[in-house]
């Protein structure tokens, strides 16, 4: 999402919005078939690939994986009080299966307990956790009241784990973004534990992408029978509610003008369908949620809003209209930053807060970018800028620069032990940095006509590995190793994890990986 940050609320709701508020109004079962982009350069099908399971495979797992999950617990020290609740499983080509579970206490839910079990073909088992701590609580009653709509939950994300309540505060932050905001309280004192906002700020005639290709069904609706049934709405200019399915008397979409209603949507279906096969073809990932079923699209979102977002209650991407009305933030970077929070919260659940929260952000730049440089396109090539299209801050450049994060003029170059005090959008820098030198080095240069010059912190000279490899070890990370309190520090476990997976603990890949972290002060 690109939303500011906000202090005032309307009331007392998950979403990401591209843009900070107020930098950026302006922005897997058993068995399956690999997919066909799941090789290497050198034609070979790397072991830690992962495979593309159709939704009922993936469903037959994750009820495998319940069915055991009692056996699950015990094997990994869990207490008879905890209980596991399978959330995902991926397989990967050499047999090795990765579960994600959520965990519960007495049955309640222990919010920072996720963790990941990893089990080989051999019967090799480790586990990946988002608390060392044991969960341990002297009571699971409470005499305090609990607000109205609040849960009981074990808190569990910030050191040792206490009885506390949720509570989801729904309103509207102050640039019209809807707020769903996720308050901790500690169960016995009241006080507050933990806040954060779970709104993640992300043939055709486009305004973007030129003309396009688009999935519709008979009827001629804007509906992609062929990628989970995506569906591409009209708010006409509401900021609730689903809208007005797109029907056209022809098949023919919007006329490249932001005056057309239609073409708004013509961006918005297309960046859907692009990032839906970049995932397949690329991450061997069925739809976001891995289960073959697609969000939906809402464009033309209030009055002017210079945003987008993301929100796990709909599962939806929204978009504004821009300054004017007159820059929808459709182009295609956008779209796949947006769904990529859609992914992040299906898989590792990264917080929407302090490091956690900026890895999220990070992980929609980095896999958005990587969509935008899938599609090929020649009207929006490929580049390692974040927002360029939609011209948020009325000057012609960009909302984030991966190369050079700081020069945003808020985005921090390097980790620092103050990084977690920045908003998200701006804490996101070191990993979209990271990422950069990981796929390009350091130096200056020139890729589809941008100049790029990436400094290091460690005044080290460092040569990429290739955008395609580097976005590979990034998702294998996130979908099997990161969990939802990760941290830089943990980032950078999980990524040698995932290069000594896909390309061997001794590889020049794992070696670039570990430098690239090093280069932004991540040690």
Known sequence: MIRQQSSHRRTVVRTAALVASAAMVVVGVQTGTAGAA??????????????????????????????????????????????????????????????????????????????????????????????????????????????????KVIWAAGGKPVLAWETVEKGLQHDGTPSERHVITDAATGKELHAYEAIETGVGNTQYSGQVTLGTAPGFTLTDTARGGHKTYDLKGATSGTGTLFTNSTDTWGDGLASNRETAAADAHYGAAVTWDFYKNELGRNGIRGDGVAAYSRVHYGNAYVNAFWSDSCFCMTYGDGAGNAKPLTSLDVAGHEMTHGLTAATANLRYSKESGGLNEATSDILGTAVEFYAANPSDPGDYLIGEKIDIRGNGTPLRHMDRPSKDGNSADYWSSSLGRLDVHYSSGPANHFFYLLAEGSGTKTINGVTYTSPTYDNSTLTGIGREKAYRIWYKALSTYMTSTTTYAGARTATLTAASDLYGPTSPEYTAVNAAWKAVNVK
């Open 38 to 151: 799941a090789v290497n350069e050198t034609g070979s099908e790397p072991g830690a690939t992962a495979l593309v399971l159709s939704a009922p495979e993936r469903a037959a797992a994750i009820r495998q994986a319940q069915a055991s999950a009692s056996e699950t617990a015990q094997a990994i020290g869990l207490t008879a009080r905890e209980k596991l609740v399978a959330r995902d499983v991926v397989k990967d080509a050499d047999g090795t299966v990765h579960t994600r579970y959520e965990r519960t206490y007495d049955g309640l839910p222990v919010l920072g307990g996720d963790l990941v079990v990893h089990q080989k073909k051999n019967g090799a088992r480790s586990t990946t956790k988002a608390t060392k701590a044991s969960i341990a609580v002297p009571a699971t009653t409470t005499a305090t009241e609990a607000r109205e709509g609040a849960r």
